[in-house]
T-cell receptor
């Protein structure tokens, strides 16, 4: 079945550092890929979404590129702020799984002021 | 205000008791979901409903049962809770169940089973 892997459980950076969060996926069909962000005490909220029609998603300074060759969807941001501290989830939906969001393990981002 | 609302925020109970969680969305969406988030933050879908019809039923213990009275409401009942049911239960909704639709999440209900 479909799966999503985030190898980094935790990332700690200082303000203005470059952010890179790794995400790879596995599916037998064409997925829609998502990054969700979860702040403490809240449910996940959509950060950005990419389909096969548009390879790159950009939102609030974050960007992610859908790479079919390496089956990756890494998240990047040029300069992080303390307010970016949260848990980031990579996820996919495919024709195979009837709208079910399949989430990665999540990456906790901590920003030192 | 349009959003996904969940009650209660927290619930503490003992092994063997029955609990019910409520979810309501005011976004006018057709599809609703229940997810379980464990202590390691792992998120896994349990059920989804489209226009009051069950369309996804993952492999969850039979003591879990979803209930939908209309497309804006989706409740979750757990008969005879177990310690491993301790988790945050997240409700979500989307305009439809296709693979392009964004899902909107509620704040969750945190269940602690003693």
């Amino acid at each position: 079945g479909d799966s999503v892997t985030q190898k980094q459980g935790q990332v700690t950076l200082s303000e203005d550092d470059f952010l890179f969060i790794n995400c790879t996926y596995s599916t037998t069909t064409y997925p829609t890929l998502f990054w969700y962000v979860q702040y403490p005490g809240q449910g996940p909220q959509l950060l950005l979404k990419v389909t096969t029609a548009n390879n790159k998603g950009i939102s609030r300074g974050f960007e992610a590129t859908y790479d079919k060759g390496t089956t990756s969807f890494h998240l990047q941001k040029a300069s992080v702020q303390e307010s970016d501290s949260a848990v980031y989830f990579c996820a996919l939906v495919s024709n195979y799984n009837q709208g079910k969001l399949i989430f990665g393990q999540g990456t906790k981002l901590s920003i030192k002021p | 205000e349009t959003a996904v609302f969940q009650t209660p925020n927290y619930h503490v109970t003992q092994v063997g008791n029955e609990v019910s969680f409520n979810c309501k969305q005011t976004l006018g969406h057709d599809t609703m979901y229940w997810y379980k988030q464990d202590s390691k933050k792992l998120l896994k879908i349990m059920f989804s409903y489209n226009n009051k019809q069950l369309i996804v039923n993952e492999t969850v213990p039979r003591r879990f049962s979803p209930q939908s009275s209309d497309k804006a409401h989706l409740n979750l009942r757990i008969k005879s809770v177990e310690p491993e049911d301790s988790a945050v239960y997240l409700c979500a909704s989307s305009p439809d169940w296709g693979n392009y639709a964004e899902q909107f999440f509620g704040p969750g209900t945190r269940l602690t089973v003693l």
